[in-house]
């Protein structure tokens, strides 16, 4: 969440910058319910005053073994019950603090000084541009195509077992798909410096919260009941793996933690009605390689810019033409400060399609988990956080299935990929 002392601040200046999203603030509901905070806790810092005035007093008269009746009637008033009174303001200030903490969970992270503004994609802003789309001499298929030819991906299967957005991968595309989570897994730890870790797959509503999940995004998400408890299925690793931080006081000395993890994820894609809905583009359950890091607030902005480099790095070695964009204010997702995406180059689309975003939260979301570090006077300040996906697997494989493509229907393996594809060099169509 944002820090509440810039609001207090300059709210007019928040909310601009939040306009730009775009997010309207409600100037007059935070400014009435912060003059009722104000209020009530001056009360209450008052009434415990009194109660300290009034324990001192009456310990002092019993001491002397002078009468204590009608002290509480002088410092309070008469008719007030010291403890009644204190327990009841508390309890409204506790109470005003929660409508103040709703209200600023709903409330989106600022864009940072240099993200460019705008409406939607078509405003984003390209960085740069690695490698030049292959050129066919044949008319390129999609990934369904080539997949369904060589019986690697069965869908028709997948809606039976499970419904639509689903997928079943069978043979050599199956090999593939581990092959492309292991292949990243090993270029992060070995030399992007990344600690893998294994994390569990649902979570409780306290983590969803952290990272700004919930409550905003709670038709998104898949949940499970069980006994008396709620837990969600993960949508990214980002969620279990940030909140690793969560309640913790990291010390400086073992800032930047850096944390790689593979995972499948969970998605109802329930704003995406019609959209992707052929092959694997946008699935309720896909497999991510996530990249996490927990940074000092002055290293976070060189830390996204190494990171999406780490990211790129794979497109890189499995020489997969792509793109990164600036995302604009108002295609941001709600967490992050600044976002770069990573989008890859699809024949079969003739497109440049998203497999990756990289982010810098700031501090949104440690404050949301209460994650922090002690500078080098002992305080604790907010740590900043950051992810990206380092890449999705499955649209990794869809963009080697569509840019290694044969006229005759196979599928050469990328040379990166071979260590981890047990000697097969291609995927050979059937007789």
Known sequence: MLDIQLLRKDIAAV????????????????????????AVQTR???????????????????????PTEGIAARIYGEG????????QSEEELKAIQARMSDLLLAVPNLPHEGVPVGKSADDNVEVRKVGTPRVF????????????????????????????RFTLMKGPIARMHRALAQFMLDTHTAEHGYTEV???????????????????????????????????????????????????????????????????????????YGRDTRGMIRQHQFDKVELVQIIHPDQSYAALEALTGHA?????????????????????????????????????????????????????????????????????????????SGLAVGRTLVAVLENYQRADGGVDIPVALLPYMGGLKSIEPRG
């Open 312 to 388: 790129e790095t794979i497109l890189k070695k499995l020489e997969l033409p792509f793109r990164t964009v600036t995302l604009c204010t108002g295609d941001m997702g709600f967490s992050s400060a600044k976002t770069y995406d990573i989008e890859v180059w699809l024949p079969g689309q003739s497109a440049y399609r998203e497999i990756s975003s990289c982010s810098n939260f700031e501090g949104f979301q440690a404050r949301r988990m209460q994650a922090r570090y002690r500078d080098e006077k002992g305080k604790p300040q907010t740590v900043h956080t950051l992810n990206g």
């Open 44 to 66: 209450t810092e008052d009434l415990q005053s009194k109660k300290n005035r009034y324990a001192k007093e009456f310990g002092i008269a019993k001491s002397r073994g002078e």
């Open 80 to 87: 007030v019950n010291p403890d009644t009174a204190l327990k």
């Open 198 to 272: 294994y994390t569990p797959y649902l979570v409780n509503a306290d983590s969803m919260r952290g990272t700004g999940q919930l409550p905003k995004f709670e038709q998104d998400l898949f949940a499970v009941k069980h006994n008396d408890a709620t837990f969600y299925l993960i949508p990214t690793a980002e969620v279990p793996v940030t909140n690793i931080v969560r309640d913790v006081i990291v010390p400086l000395e073992e800032l930047p933690l850096k944390f790689v993890c593979h995972t499948p994820c969970f998605r109802s894609e329930a704003g995406s």
């Open 137 to 164: 001499d044949f008319k390129p298929r999609d990934h369904v195509d080539i997949g369904e030819a060589l019986h690697g991906l069965d869908f028709d299967t997948a809606a039976k077992i499970s419904g639509a």
């Open 15 to 38: 909310a601009a910058r939040l306009a730009t999203r775009p997010f309207t603030l409600d100037i007059a509901a935070f400014q009435a319910l912060e003059a009722e905070r104000k």
